[in-house]
């Protein structure tokens, strides 16, 4: 079993008063990801103390930068359901569409949403650059929130032709992101949106700081955005510098 202290407390620390159902379900969600993940690969993460911190904790981070109580988001790149699950969970009236490639971790993600009584849950299969270009998708969700390495190049052209006029993209990144912010923001401005803060986190319970790079929706993005993901790629490869040696 999780600990619970740790959760509760880490979540006081970001805002979040946690009631004793929801703290169950975060207890049932941590038993559900360790048996998925004995069966197949969910998850690196696996002790129940990095569980609570780098799953669960670090997932209710992006309610500083944009609560979706009464709105649409969507969770691009969702893997075994992070942040999209948490979030789902402390926001019962948010309607969260979880959006991955691989069609078992959205499988797992049904079962676990009808399991703990996640109603406002919906699991998607799909690559983002061809969901981005169907209409029951695009420019369809108030908030899109994305937990992934890629870099922002590329993430940009991923999420924002989700996102309504008027609403937020919210990626969750490394403390050091300022630089891969910089090179974004023209390809950014290109798909109709412009950086509007950033945001820096403690996550509670570790040593490790997260970026919430907070981008605004301010215009319709171009009908030729989303390209192929090859494209995109290869685009962001000659612009990011080479690590150093």
């Known amino acids: 079993m ?7 407390q880490g979540a006081l620390e970001l805002g979040i008063e946690l009631g004793g159902r929801e703290t169950e379900i975060f207890v049932r969600l941590a038993e559900s990801l360790a048996e998925a993940n004995r069966r197949f690969n969910l998850t690196a993460i696996t002790r129940e103390d990095r569980i609570v911190t780098e ?3 670090d997932s209710l981070t992006v ?3 944009a609560d979706p109580r009464g709105k649409r988001a969507l969770d691009v790149g969702t893997g075994g359901g992070y942040p999209g699950l ?5 926001c019962p009236g948010a309607r969260c569409t979880l959006m991955d490639a691989t069609a078992k971790k959205i499988r797992y993600i049904d079962t676990v949403s009808r399991d ?3 109603a406002n849950v919906t699991g998607v299969a799909a690559r983002a650059e061809e969901a981005g270009r169907l209409p029951e998708y695009r ?7 994305a937990r992934a390495v890629s870099d922002m190049l590329i993430l940009c052209e991923l999420c924002l032709p989700f996102v309504k006029p008027g609403g937020l993209f919210v990626a969750m990144k490394s403390a050091g992101a300022d630089e891969e912010v910089k090179r974004a923001e023209r390809q950014i401005a290109k798909l109709g949106g412009r950086i509007k803060d950033i945001l820096y986190l ?9 970026s919430l790079i907070v981008t605004e929706k301010l215009r319709r993005t171009p009908p030729e955005f989303p390209r192929d993901y090859a494209r995109i790629k290869r685009q962001a490869k000659t612009m990011i510098p080479a690590p150093k040696p």
Do not use: K
Not at 86 to 90: S, T
């Open 2 to 8: 999780i600990n619970t202290e740790l959760m509760r």
């Open 55 to 57: 799953h669960f904790l």
């Open 63 to 65: 309610l500083s930068a």
């Open 86 to 90: 948490p979030v789902a969970l402390v």
């Open 116 to 118: 703990l009584g996640l």
């Open 139 to 145: 420019e369809a969700y108030d908030i899109v929130y």
């Open 202 to 210: 403690d996550i509670p319970g570790t040593s490790i700081r997260r």
